[in-house]
């Protein structure tokens, strides 16, 4: 698959590395981001998070706009 971001800047020889968590569309390594989240765990008292971080890709546009103020 090819990055959406670069196609939109007429380049397409990029090879995606992964797909957006929040958009679904393919994005590369230059416009990914690589993210730890914290897992939450639900039990009967409540919620704790796990000791292990998970990842998640999103691409620059929506990273942008999560941050964006
Ligand atoms: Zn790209
Ligand atoms: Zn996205």
Not at 26 to 45: F, P
Not at 46 to 58: C, D, F, N
């Amino acid at each position: 698959m090819r990055c959406y971001d670069c196609l939109q800047e007429a380049r397409s020889d990029t090879t995606s590395i992964g797909v957006c968590s929040r958009c679904s569309l393919a994005t590369c390594e230059n416009h990914a981001r690589v993210r730890q989240v914290r897992v939450t765990h639900q039990n009967g008292l409540g919620a704790s998070h796990g000791r292990i971080p998970a990842r998640r890709v999103i691409c620059h546009t929506c990273d942008m706009a999560e941050t964006a103020h």
